[in-house]
């Protein structure tokens, strides 16, 4: 089951469950749709790729709550983006 993190990890913007701009990657990294845009798609602490992170249904949020773990690691851009091209 997805954690369903509440923020997004970069710039920290809330990214409630039933948000159209949370993406994710393989391991739940989370972030707003426009960081990842910034990370040319690039998750920066495993290297894989970024899907839309699907909303959990309203009815199953008392069975299954989501994550109030906020992670905030904000990313030197410009070193990730040098890294992408090196
Ligand atoms: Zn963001
Ligand atoms: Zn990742």
Redesign the pocket.
Known sequence: MLEVRPT??????SLPYNSEDAMICTFECT??K??VELLKQVCPNCGGGFEKRPIRPTHLLEKYPVSKTIVHKPIDIKAHIKKLNS
């Open positions: 997004c990890e970069n710039c920290n913007k972030y707003c426009d960081c």
